[in-house]
């Protein structure tokens, strides 16, 4: 049995584990998440963030979902590390940080995080889905990590099952072989929607995902439903607000801004398989 310190974080409903794994203490990586993420067994967490040493940056972050996959990016989980990194590392109020997707810019106001996000790409416009029971119209982007929106109206959004809904359409064969995270979207005005989405990885809905709220507020943009700023109000009530430039369909200049939050810390003397 190995026991190890960790930090317990949220991010808009988000929450994660965060591991100081610089000495790469860590071998099995899947095994490991999945161990620390389950619920009454576990800790219980959305998904495992490791600060590991990086060549380009401050520091490298890998990305663990609760089913053992490593993730490209998370919008949530980069304002997460940033705040640890900048507490637990000593770091200032603006670094850059080195991801799966590429190097992450981060500036720090007390606990709010805005996130320069990479470019988002291989933009889709609307075709359509059908999976049991429903046919959906829907768009597709890759925010870091691939994306599916679909717009509904308030009550539609209100009454979605998403667990049903967005798995099915997450596994489609349309998204193989790695599948897609899926969105679900409510364009209240010109600056605001609202978002549920089921996250790949997680196999189930979240009460909020970053690279979802990224997509879903530039999808809408390119589409022409809003403006930046995007105001991003999630499941969990909490809302992100999403920046970004358009010039036809390539977008740029993209961040996410929210606030990120320590909840505690602890010794984990479980039987991880590390």
Request: hydrophobic content about 40%.
């Amino acid at each position: 049995m190995k026991t190890f310190k960790f930090t317990k974080m949220v991010a808009s409903g988000n929450d994660f584990i965060v591991v100081d794994n610089r000495r790469k203490i860590f071998r099995n990586a899947a095994a490991f998440s999945q161990d620390l993420c389950r619920p009454h067994l576990g800790i219980g967490a959305d998904g495992v963030l490791l600060v590991e040493p990086s060549q380009k940056a401050e520091f490298k972050m890998r990305i663990l979902n609760p089913d053992g996959s490593e993730a490209e990016a998370c919008g949530n989980g980069f304002r997460c590390v940033a705040r640890y990194a900048q507490k637990k590392l000593g770091l200032g109020a603006q670094f850059n940080f080195e991801s799966k997707s590429g190097l992450i810019s981060a500036s720090l106001n007390n606990s709010r995080v805005c996130i320069k996000m990479i470019d988002p790409y291989d933009y889709r416009p609307e075709t359509s889905v059908r999976v049991p029971g429903r046919t959906f119209s829907y768009y597709f982007i890759n925010a870091g990590v691939p994306h599916a929106v679909i717009f509904l109206t308030k009550p539609q959004l209100e009454a979605m099952e998403v667990e049903r809904f967005g798995r099915a359409v997450r596994e489609h064969r349309k998204f193989k072989p790695k599948g897609t995270n899926v969105n679900f979207v409510y364009v209240a005005d010109e600056h605001t929607v609202y978002v549920r989405t089921y996250e790949r990885g997680v196999e189930a809905e979240t009460l909020a995902c970053g690279t979802g709220s990224t997509a879903s507020a530039v999808v809408s943009g390119l589409a022409g439903f809003v403006k930046p700023p995007v105001s991003v109000h999630t499941r969990s009530g909490e809302v992100l607000v999403i920046g970004f430039s358009l010039s036809g369909t390539r977008v740029s200049q993209v961040t996410l801004d929210g606030e990120a939050r320590f909840v505690y810390e602890g010794v984990w003397n479980g039987n991880a398989r590390i």
